[in-house]
């Protein structure tokens, strides 16, 4: 069997404050999941994504030790617009999340911003800056 991609894991310090941020994002965390030590969570496509407490993790690696600076991880969410972009950073900053790049227009071709969760890992919100050329397309017809 060829090994695939199945699950994205992620170590929490406070797993309520981690998903209460991320269904912010529109994740769909299993209901009363704060308490646990290991939540999942399906994601379009068949992925999964996990989060697991520090402890958790150290019960079978006792050598673990929380990572220190940025950059170790960063997810990113596609937004329906660049207007949606603002908005969900201007709710996400609103609810004390720490913003770390406030949007902009990249010069790759996005509205881009970036929030830090919980843990203070990035997680990108980016919408293309442009109609894709079909969808312009098919409203010229």
Known sequence: M???L???GMVVSDMAASLAFYRRLGLDVP???EQQPHVE???PGGLRIAWDTE????SFDPAWTRPSGDGRRDLAFLCDSPAAVDALYAELT???????????DAFWGQRYAVVLDPDGCGVSLFAPSEPA???AADRAV
């Open 55 to 58: 402890e958790v993790v150290r």
């Open 2 to 4: 060829t090994p695939r």
């Open 133 to 135: 050329p079909e969808a």
């Open 41 to 43: 969570a399906a994601l």
């Open 94 to 104: 609103a609810a004390g999340h720490p913003g770390h790049l406030k949007p902009w």
């Open 6 to 8: 199945d699950m994205i």
């Open 31 to 33: 209901p009363g999941a």
